[in-house]
């Protein structure tokens, strides 16, 4: 499973010592080939962590051969020392490989504003590299967790070939990428234009819409690797189905493991007048931290859902929105609709149906209520 | 103090049975002229409560003789029911009043989406105008709290005018005005122009930069009452100055009050190309719930700081950008500065300066922590 899933794919998660835990703490993922295509998308803040300006740079290439990820710190913020010691790090695992330095994509999470220890990190390379394995696939998995109470990894088959992957992420998580580590590997035979035309279309309807708390990190990074070890070409379409339910499955598990969270949210907006007005409306109400806290309640507020549409700049008449919570029509035509009793809130998944009555297209954004506990977790750890 | 501190002006704050608990939730405030010039400036967002739509257009008019506000209900996404029982108050009170129902401004907070009990509403009017006195201000601004904790009131002296006001609103503060009512009076003679260009150039730099918790109401409403009692027509820029430090006061205990928070946040963006940079920035770090968190827990984290002006579309270079916390820069350069555990946490004002290198632009938001407390109160609270 994981990355591993696909033929030509080797792994490892070692603890190199970067958490004090002394937990698994970096993971090396290695494509064998027969080729090195490979696809990349990354945080879309201005403030980019040393190892995304690093793996932009490479992804430039199309051909990633290895990534090298690791938890226990993010490298971000920390200047040019920061970003030597990424490049050190593409520079040893490349040695330590037989591979170019410029094909190592990196990638890192944890404490913002603090170097990496590199005198563990790159000692733990040479470690991880003798432990390469096609059965290591989960370790790397656990080894980019960071307040994951769970490892993610999903895998999707097609006919002859594979789409496996692994993700880190738990809070941070918003649009324009979460704070999320994610690794796609595939034995499919695709080319690096396949794999970002498949990367880009599945990461723009599950990755990018989900938003656990608004906030968008530094680091995230999400990899597609090739190695073609299947000798097959899918269809284009199935190959980006493939992909897609990957992510989608991966960005679900993140939702269900959010930092503190009781509910997971799923917000669906009908009839809006553009995919672009439904995805903004959707964003506001899955960012509204009073419906959010009134969803942790059990409360079925149905007045925060049309004041966070108030908000947005999307057409809509106020007197003709109709919201649902798990399918009861509590609002219609902007008024009181439906008995608010009847909604039943007791299971952590809660629906959300916002009907704009101006068009035909929707979105879903997938969101998390607040609670305690976010801030109970987020008061403490200093990331 | 509060609405009666300027001459010409009379209040009650009555207990009209609206709410529950039986506490005073009707306030009435009357102009007794000469002057009944008016300016208002009301929420930003779409979704409009019944008396918003009503006031906004009493307000064209520029002439107002008599507030009636109300706590215990917002009378918002009440459809069409909801606008006759708005039209029903001004029709009542203009009676009692001997006014017309044309220059009565309905001011409305508490739930969304419920009907207000009129039964009990329209005799309260009546009780109200048999209490109208110029000693009742503060009885007024008890009258229209909603979860806040204290009223609030301020006042400004000029030369031989006044400008006092009242304010309520705890929770769903936000930039484009926030749950909050607020009634200013003055008997400085100012006509209907005067008090437009005076409020909007207050609101601006005072309520519309406050952010307790991203939400936007759709209630805000803020009115300014002239009546010229005093005779005066001060200088403008004596004037605005005047409005300004009343809106500025009451926005201070406005944060000072919000639902849940232990800490006031004052956020200082300098050096930013524009005003609308430095703005946008500053409600951005004012949003991010992981900071509000970090706060809370002392935790001086620059690092979500920087997170959050990345997501912006304002001027900035990453490596240029410093950041202090209660004065210690803790982020030089856009890398780790001055040591952290300098910062001094441990008092309610937590003061974010954020240094953009850019320009000479500059502007201040104030927001609060995001507590437990918070997400306790307003799980529990249907509003």
Known sequence: MSVTAAQGFTAAGIAAGIKESGGLDLALVVNQGPRLAAAGVFTANRVKAAPVLWSQQVLRGGQVAAVVLNSG???ACTGPEGFRDTHATAEKAGEVLGV?????AVASTGLIGVRLPMDRLLPGIEKAASELSPHS??????AIKTTDTVHKTAVAKGDGWTVGGMAKGAGMLAPGLAT???VLTTDADVDAAGLDEALRGATRTTFDRVDSDGCMSTNDTVLLLASGASGITPAPE?????VRAVCDDLARQLIGDAEGASKDIRIEVINAASEDDAVEVGRSIAR???LKCAIHGEDPNWGRVLSAIGTTSAAFDPDRLNVAINDVWVCRNGSVGDDRDLVDMRYREVRITADLAEGDASAVIWANDLTADYVHENSAYSS
């Not at 170019?100 to 190592?104: H, K, L, P």
């Not at 696939?137 to 656990?142: D, F, L, P, R, V």
């Open 288 to 290: 509204n931290n009073l």
């Open 238 to 242: 199935a190959f980006a189905e493939a």
């Open 100 to 104: 170019s330095a410029g094909e190592v």
């Open 180 to 182: 999320m580590l994610v």
């Open 73 to 75: 710190g993010a490298n």
């Open 137 to 142: 696939g989960e370790k790397a998995a656990i």
